[in-house]
């Protein structure tokens, strides 16, 4: 059979042209996540293209640095409560699963971090430890020591959550010590006694053993959750020399003579206060057993954690809680949980971003009384088998979604009115979380390398450039 090679030859060279014509194409494609404060879009994916830029069109240029990098991320969650863990126990097993997966597999939600209490939190119905016993007695060899409360619901979600996410990494703050190791014998304040200190250390290294015996890996521990405030329940007053001898001479030897890899966290409170991990970390005896700082920002601002960073540029830097009071005003919360932690946190050198808490009911339950938050609202709202969806959910969900642990924070530049923070990915993508804070909506350039995008955001929009 006979036939014109020369059109078919043709054919061929087209064929190949248009393939690379649709490839190109598909390099130079990028994507927003846009999340707006009237709620009309959440998280809403919009398309955008590389482009030859009219530059009439610009208000703000955004440019970034892929060869300057900062720290590395650990990732974005929440605090898994007791109460958060009893409300999803609780639900049929095809909702639970339903929304775990939403929550923790990497293709959706994607939360990569999740905090838990060490005991009993003020989200629990009432305090406990793992080693509570009658008034008057003591245990130092802790041979009473026990995780029952915590396997009743914690233990059995985070074995569902670890099936879907095997690689989350978790982290465990203590509310307060078992009473009787306290001067004032009461799960509320009181501070630790200094004959006791031996036998706390000897309970973190049992609650990281007790909780890998259960396949639950903690990658690390702060010493006390909001230490100077005795005012919750429970709660406990650790003064900085109280925290670093407790460190020095207790924890990080008996850590090191027991092969604990888990990492130790100090302070774990407000951003007012940053002489006190300072003070801490200016004790190289306690200094070589720390990580890291953790901070909350119910007080001071998170510029102050630069203070700790170029104090000790060698210690690491979480942020572990912020919480939102019900019932939760979604464009005020949005717009400056996002500005302060989802931008500001990480632009200060944190690793982490944890929303506090995962979930409660709509009444705001389970909570402690004496000092017990009851306008505490989770990122979810469950009621039975529904589910809400509350501001931290998106507060969280614009950044876990696509900063994936192992992210690297690249520089970029501030215009006015346009938080940012850029991201490598370990795949080689670049991330961008940007904020419009202004009155009016903005056209943004986008510059890193050859690469030039536009994309609008109107008055208060978030949205999460992917590319």
């Known amino acids: 059979m006979k036939f014109n090679k020369y059109p078919y030859l043709l054919l061929c060279l087209f064929s190949f042209f248009q393939s690379c014509s649709v490839s190109e194409k598909k390099s130079d494609e990028a994507a927003i996540y846009v999340t707006s404060l009237d709620e009309k879009s959440l998280i809403e994916k919009r398309e955008i293209h590389s482009e030859t830029i009219d530059t009439s069109l610009i208000d703000e240029v955004i440019t970034l640095s892929d060869s300057i990098t900062y720290q590395i991320m650990d990732g974005f969650g929440y605090t898994l409560t007791g109460g958060s863990a009893l409300h999803i126990h609780k639900m049929s097993d095809t909702a639970r699963a339903n929304l775990l997966n939403e929550l923790f597999d990497t293709t959706q939600l994607g939360v990569s971090y999740l905090r838990l209490s060490i005991g009993g939190s003020d989200l629990d119905a009432s305090p406990f430890s793992y080693d509570d016993l009658p008034s008057g007695e003591t245990d130092e060899t802790l041979e009473h020591f026990s995780l029952a409360q915590d396997t009743l619901h914690l233990v059995p979600i985070l074995k569902e959550i670890l099936n879907i996410n095997p690689d989350i990494k978790i982290l465990g703050s203590p509310w307060s010590p078992p009473v009787w190791m306290k001067d004032n014998g009461d799960t509320r304040g009181g501070s630790l006694l200094p004959e006791y200190y031996d036998a706390y250390a000897a309970y973190f290294v049992k609650y990281i053993k007790a909780m890998k015996a259960n396949g639950i890996k903690i990658d690390a521990i702060t010493i006390q959750n909001e230490p100077l405030h005795p005012g919750n ?80 540029p060698d210690k690491n830097l979480y942020f572990t809680e912020q919480w939102v009071g019900a019932p939760g005003d979604f464009a005020k919360e949005l717009s400056w949980h996002t500005e302060n932690l989802i931008i500001g946190a990480p632009r200060n050198w944190c690793k982490t971003v944890l929303e506090w808490n995962l979930a409660a009911d709509q009444n705001q339950d389970p909570h402690t009384d004496r000092g017990g938050c009851d306008r505490c609202l989770g990122a979810i709202t469950i009621n039975g088998d529904a589910v809400t969806r509350e501001p931290a959910y998106y507060i969280i969900g614009q950044a876990s979604k696509f900063v994936k642990p192992g992210s690297v924070r690249i520089a970029s530049t501030m215009p006015n009115e346009i938080p940012n923070v850029a991201y490598k990915t370990p795949d080689g993508g670049i991330v961008v979380i940007i904020q419009n804070t202004s009155k009016t909506s903005k056209k943004i350039q986008v510059q890193i390398n050859d690469s030039n995008l536009l994309v609008a955001l109107a008055s208060g929009d978030i949205g999460t450039l992917v590319f």
């Open 233 to 312: 329940n429970p709660s406990l007053l650790m003064k900085a020399p109280q925290q670093a001898a407790f460190i020095k001479n207790h924890l990080g030897p008996v850590f090191k003579k027991e092969n604990i890899e888990t990492k130790i966290i100090i302070y774990d409170h407000n951003a007012d206060r940053p002489d006190y991990p300072i003070t801490i970390l200016n004790d190289p005896e306690a200094a070589q057993y720390i990580d890291g700082s953790a901070f909350h920002l119910y007080g001071g601002t998170i510029s102050a954690l630069e203070e700790v960073h170029k104090a000790h």
